[in-house]
């Protein structure tokens, strides 16, 4: 049973903007640290950003001005605003959930040692 499901991902040119969303009830209500990946053809998958229970956040250098990591608690819903993309950005981006690590080191765990890994969404940035 999925229990992360992503969605938003698209085509847009450098310069625009994507939100992804991650439906994340289970482990938004279990105080789970949440947060994204992505994986590019011929690359290594990346920490993109992750937040935790007391709404901390942490991202990778690549991201840092640019992308927005943030949780409606209401929707139990995780989001990655995604500004000023430019076409390094292009991948599958995966939400992910832990219990037990948070910030840097979440970002640094590898899919077999996170507790939840969802299915994908494709975003593909054009110069």
């Known amino acids: 049973q999925v229990q992360l499901v992503e969605s938003g991902g698209g085509s847009v040119q450098a310069g625009g903007s994507l939100r992804l969303s991650c439906a994340a009830a289970r482990y938004i209500d279990a105080d789970y640290c949440l947060g994204w990946f992505r994986q590019a053809p011929e690359k290594e998958r990346e920490g993109v950003a992750a937040?935790?229970?007391?709404?901390?956040?942490t991202y990778g250098e690549s991201v840092k001005g640019r992308f927005t990591i943030s949780i409606d608690n209401n929707k139990n819903t995780l989001y990655l605003q995604m500004d000023s993309l430019k076409p390094e950005d292009s991948g599958m981006y995966y939400c992910?959930?832990?219990?037990?690590?948070?910030?840097?080191?979440?970002?640094?765990?590898?899919?077999?040692?996170?507790?939840?890994w969802g299915q994908g969404t494709l975003v593909t940035i054009s110069a």
């Open positions: 937040i935790d229970r007391h709404g901390t956040t």
């Open positions: 992910a959930a832990d219990s037990l690590y948070c910030g840097t080191r979440f970002m640094t765990l590898q899919e077999q040692d996170l507790d939840a």
